[in-house]
Structures are given as C-alpha cells and as structure tokens.
C-alpha cells in the first residue's frame, strides 16, 4: 500500500448494506459514489433510496438483507471475499480509475505484489508464436518481480496466467465467482488459487457473463496494471478495446509487432501506428513501467470520498420539470444544463442523481448526459 | 524540375574537367566544392591543383584529359551519360543531401518521375514473406504513381525493382557502369532500362565495387527519395545504415514490421521502437510523402554554388606550421581551430583545403577535423 493512503476496514453491518446499494438495479460505480456522498453512507442511502426513485417516477427498492447475506455466505463457500474501496486490502492501482469498482469480490493474492503489475492480452485464436511470444514475456516479467494481469480467456490470456503461475498472476473474471468462463479454464482458476495468484470480478455471484460484461471486465484488467500489453489481436477485437480503455486509464500500452501478412498482427500494428510501444522483449515493458506510476499521472482522482455529505440545496419544486425539459437523447455537458436551466449546481445534481436510479438518464463520458432511449 | 531552380548545362569541356577533378585521388564532392568556389571553375582547379598540394607537401596530378576522354567514351557504348549538378537532368532530391556526387552517371530514366520517389531497403536473404511484401508495397506504389529507388541488391533490393518495372524503377549501382553487383542481376538491370527505368552511379566506369562503396552507395538510395521503406533487415545490417542516412537527410523513414521471433524482422522492429513508421501497406507510406519535400525540409543547403569564387585571403608564411601544430587525430571544430591560432578564417579554409587534398586531414561531420592516421 502507498504511504499515507488513508485505508479503514468496512464493519459486517457496512459491508453488507454496500452490497446491497451496488447490487441494485441502476446503481453502478459512479451513483453508487454520489449517493454516498449525498447521503454520507450505504445505510443512509438505501433508507432514502424507495423516496428518490419515487421522485424520478419510477420507485424502486434495493435488494435485500436477506440476498445480500447469501451471496456473502456464498463467496465464503468459495473462499472470496469482498474488498471495499477504501479497505486495506483494495488494489491501490485501481482507485485511479474512472468507475472503480465499490466492492470487488477477490479470493488469493495475499502475497501477491499489486503495483508492480503488468496486463496481457491477446487473441482468444492465438497462434502458437503468440503463445510462445507470450510465454516468454510473462515468464520474463514474473522473473523480474512484476504480476502478470489477465481475463482468464483461452488463447493469450489463458498462455500469459500459465507462464507466471509460479511468480505472480491476478485472473480477472467478467462474470460471477462461481461463473467462470470459459469452463475448460476452471483447473487454470484452480491453479492460479493454488499458487498464490488472484482471481477477482466485480460482479455478483451466480452472474453468467454476457457479450457486454467482457470490456467491462477489460477496464479492470487495464485499470490493476501499470502497462498493457498486446500480443495478438485482430483489427476489431477485445484486445483493442482493452487498450483503449488503458489509454484512457492513462496506462502504458505496448504490442507486439507481427508480418502485415498475417491477420493476427493487424491491431498490434495498428496500436503502434497509433503510438503504442513496440515490444519484442519484457526489457522493453519494464524499462517503461519500472518509472510509471499510475497514481502520478492519474487522469481521475480517486472517486470514493469518505467524508460527510455536505449541506444540500434541495431542488426548488419546479426544477425538475424544467430539467426534463432540457433533456434530451443527444449528450449535454452539465454545466451548460446549468446555465441553460438556472438550476443551482447542488440541485442539479440532486435531480440528475434521482433521475439516474430512476433509470431515466445515462451518462458518458463523467461529464454528458443525456435521455435514455426507452 | 522545380520551379524557379535555376539549371545550365555544362559544356563538353567543362564536363571533361569536371571529371578529372572528381576522379582524383582525395577529392570528394565536398572537396570538389570548395575548389570550385575558391577558384571559380573545374578548369582553373586543375590548374592549381599541382601548386596546392605541393603546398601541403604531396604534390599531384589531376587525371589525364585522355582518360576522361575514354571514360566518356565507355560509358556512351553503355548508353550512359554524365549528368552535372546544376544541370537540367541531374536528380533534383539530390541537390539537397550533403555530399552530393558532382558528376552522376545515368542510364535511362528519360521519363521517370525523379520527383515521386520511395526507396525500398532489404535483406539480401530475404524471405518469400518479405519477398512478398515488397511486392505489394513497390506495386502499389508504381500504380500511385511513385518511382521505387533500391539498390539493385538480391532479395528484397531485386524484388522492389521487379515488381516496379514497368511503373518507374530506378537502380543506384556500388560500382562502375560496367560493373554490375552481384552478376546474376545483369539480366535485370537490362530489364530496367528496356522499361525506361534508370541506372545510375557516381563511381567511375570500370570500378569493382568494394564492402565500403555500398553504404556509399545506400546515401544516394536514400537521397534520390523522399522517404525510404526497410522490408526486412537484421540488426546489424546495410538496409540499417540507409536508414540512418535517410534520418540524416531529413527524409521519412519506414519499416515493416515482424514477429520479434524472426530473426529477419529484429532490425525493421527495431528502427520503429526508434522512431520509423510502422508500414503495412503502399497507403502507410503514401500518406506521409505525399506531403514531404525534401527541399523545404532540407538539413543541408544544395552544396554547388556556382558563383566566381570571392576574393581569398592568402594564409601567413607560418599559418600552415601553426595549424598542423594544432591538429590532431582526434576531431576539432574549425571554429576551435580558428580561435586557437588566430589564423584568418578564410585563411583557414585555404590551408584545410590544401590539407585535405594533400590527404593529410579527413573531415567527419561537416564541420570536424583531424590528422588522418598515416
């Protein structure tokens, strides 16, 4: 852990209503955060959580106690635990991203070293160059002390968690703990467990992961790692997608070059047209990473603040339909909604956080909002 | 041509003279520049030759007239001319480059495009891959209009002449005229010229090409184009050292890439880790030249300034003790010199000058000088 990173433990009680807020519908990482901000706690949230929806037309409850505690009983049974962020024991790499996880569920890496970490990625179809390229990089980067980070996928990823069992490797899942995909890899998860490796998701168990849950799943795999590394990736794949998500994570990104003539080199090449680093040899990843630090050049604060809400400006009774008004399906900035509207700021984001659980507006870009098409 | 360059053709006897000077021992075209600019032409240097260098104690003789004779006359059995700078049909990028060759010899190319030009580098074992690839790339850039310029080398040298026949080929030979390395590619010199492509060197006729006149060689393969494409190339290795003189002639640089298992591709990875274009197609390349004019961009003034040559400061009787006093084998700045001996500057210049042609000194970088090891 970074020196002086102020990290408390979540008492059971804590834990579990985070549980509960995080594993509500329309509750991702990013209202999960306001809403502690406004309300000051998880436990807080859920009370007034029947009453804000209700406001954006649409009431709605958290899950339950009861399924909250089953899922915990569950993960238990599985060995994992859930880390918060903000606990000792939350990867610090990923307190730098945009919609880190609240809660990750993790089970291993104890030992493990969570800032000297590298992420491959590749082909699911790879070559047997590209497992042979890729052996020997996590093989050398496991020797030089780094944590080699994958997605558990066949192909590339499947060969990178092999090649650093034994020095360190941090399996990311895209759906539940007890959901691996894809089966022929559960004696890899095994292994990794075996070794003193990671296996981590932040999604809930009995999750069966869904086309959309993989780049969801890339974010995290960028976000645990100083550098991302490319080895064999189609011209629209996955593996490209992961890289953008690690340049916009402000991660370093590194590829593996590869003859024109052959269709798996296509988008490393195209990553290094596009100014990735060309990599023939770990020596080239770690004369980069060895002096990165994420939290340095961090594009994003750390998101999840501890501190009490602060006095609210409660919306004045006409603003919400004024609002509304103002919306539409084409992403707006929120300052000019602002300017727009004559909403205060501390109103505005009380509406844009009720109409959000509502389930009424998406965001993107942490800034535009917009109408969700219905 | 470009507009406004100001050309003029050389008489026959100029062009005589202009090749006894260039064929003669110690001088090189820098060389031959500055004789130019202090005595005003190739005739009035001849002259003075005997009287310089016995000043720099090894008196000499320009070649003969006879043997400039016969060399003209050879070359026009081979269909070869002499083409001056600053003559209409001497190669325009070239003017730009440092040490052009004064006096070229060229074969066809009548109607080439001197001005769309790409070079194409390779191994001399190069794989049926990188065959293949070149190929592509040298045929897509004749059909956009593009003059491929390569060294008439086997392997990927051959293959981006063959595959541009018939668009616009243009071969820079190490030696003489009548002196095609390696043999086996006479047959396809012959084919170049029947397709109205080029033949050129700056060596004299008869000349058998030795290890040191090929990265000679490579300067103009690189100086004739705007950028220069490496195919396959080991890390150590002549493709490489035309890159290298392609970056110092401020032309673009391109490499194909390769899977750091293959031997073949270490050198083209490693100029893109340096800084060369990753290549994958002729539109990689195009994109980037289409833009490049090496004159606008030019490291260096064109070399030949054709002016009567200024009124010179003759050195003091002790000036030339002074400096060889000065000089050493280690390289000094002539601005170093200057200041350390209080000898006028174009003083200095005269005496370098001598020196030079006596063979006592060698140049290194434009502006370095030391005593040669003897």
Known sequence: ????????????????????????????????????????????????????????????????????????????????????????????????????????????????DWRRTVGIVGARNASSAGVK??????????ASGYSVVSGLARG???????????????AVLAGGFDRIYPEENIPLAHDILDNGGALLTEMPLGWEPRSRDFPRRNRLVSGLSLGV??????????????????????????????????PRAEGGNLLIQQGARLVTSAADIIEVVSSADPARHALFEPEWQPDEAAEQNEPAPDDRSKLLQALSTTPVDVDELIAQTGIAPQAMQILLLELDIGGQIEWSSGQLVALRYS
């Open 1 to 112: 852990m970074q020196a002086g990173r102020v990290t408390r433990d979540l008492t059971p009680a804590q834990r579990i209503a985070w549980l509960r807020l995080i594993r509500t519908e329309n509750i991702g990482p990013v209202t999960f955060r306001q809403l502690l901000n406004r309300f000051g706690s998880a436990e807080a949230a859920l009370e007034a959580l029947p009453d804000i929806s209700a406001k954006a037309g649409r009431p709605m409850q958290a899950i339950s106690q009861a399924r909250a505690e089953d899922e915990v009983a569950g993960l238990d049974r599985y060995g994992a635990r859930l880390v918060g962020q903000g606990e000792p024991g939350y990867p610090e790499h990923l307190l730098q991203i945009s919609g880190a996880p609240p809660l990750l569920t993790l089970a291993g890496g104890e030992r493990l």
């Open 156 to 170: 590339i990823d499947a060969a990178a968690h092999r090649a650093s069992l034994e020095t360190g490797t941090i």
């Open 133 to 142: 390229m890729t052996r020997v990089l996590a093989g050398d980067l496991g």
């Open 229 to 262: 590394v490319v080895v064999e990736a189609a011209k629209r794949s996955g593996s490209l997608i992961t890289a953008r998500l690690a340049l916009e994570q402000n991660r370093d990104v590194f590829a593996v070059p590869g003859s024109p003539l052959d």
